[in-house]
């Protein structure tokens, strides 16, 4: 992808003003949220879909409102977070189009193909989290209901733990992302990580079960695998894209004065 830096005004070295920054600023929220406006208008069109689509993973049919706004409210939620989500990648486009002068040809060369991968580990993250962790999640808490007692979900409170739920799962899958950052940052080499395998496995254990909340063994599982795999696959790439990051930096030879 280090081709797509030729379309980007990158490295133009040509001294700007801050008159000129901040209208660029302004050109480049406007272009953003007016793809997040074409977007929520199409959540909005499509709200009792989007609706339905975000009940199944749990096996609902039917919800329940509480206050004469709920009903209103949950749609424009749903539409929302749907806008949202599909104008994530034009969003960050318009971001990396603010910030490109700034970032020189080698820069760029990382940072391009870096958010490319952002979106689509988003993209996994929410695929994962729908078909497999959602289900399991939300049927092992209904289940603890039993036979004494009648669950009522209100819809605003489902919408809410369907959408934080997906967005925690979407988070975990950027783990390559934080590797490689800080491969590449020298903040950590690929060794020291390679060595401390038992500590990044126990920090993974520990980060899935924050962000399940069910504390159910068979999601933080499920969800630990996930980061433990794409903690491996992350470093595989370090080697791939990171040749020569394996070792940290070698700090400057002081000098006598």
Wanted: glycine share 4%.
């Amino acid at each position: 992808m280090a081709w797509l830096w030729r379309y980007l005004p990158v490295s133009r070295d040509i001294p700007q003003s801050i008159v000129v920054h901040l209208e660029d600023l302004r050109r480049r929220l406007l272009w953003g949220l007016a793809g997040f406006g074409i977007m929520l208008l199409i959540g909005l069109w499509q709200q009792d879909r989007l609706l339905e689509l975000l009940m199944r993973p749990a096996g609902l049919t039917h919800l329940v409102a509480l206050t004469v706004l709920e009903p209103l409210l949950v749609k424009f939620k749903v539409a929302f977070v749907f806008g949202l989500v599909m104008a994530f990648p034009w969003l960050l486009l318009q971001a990396l189009l603010f910030v490109s002068p700034a970032l020189s040809q080698h820069e760029a060369r990382f940072v391009l193909p870096l958010a490319a991968l952002s979106v689509v580990l988003s993209v996994v993250g929410l695929a994962f989290g729908y078909t497999l962790v959602l289900p399991t999640s939300t049927r092992w808490l209904l289940n603890q209901a039993g036979s004494v007692m009648s669950v009522q979900i209100t819809a605003l409170s489902y919408v809410s733990y369907a959408v934080w739920f997906l967005a925690a799962i979407a988070a975990t899958f950027q783990t390559p992302l934080v590797v490689l950052s800080l491969i590449g940052l020298r903040v950590v080499s690929y060794t020291k990580l390679r060595q401390q395998w038992r500590t990044v496995y126990l920090v993974i254990v520990v980060l899935s079960t924050m962000v399940t909340p069910d504390w159910s063994p068979i999601t933080m599982g499920l969800v630990a695998v996930a980061m433990a795999a794409l903690y491996e696959f992350s470093l595989l790439l370090a080697r791939v894209v990171l040749p020569g990051r394996e070792a940290p930096a070698a700090p400057p030879d002081e000098r006598a004065p």
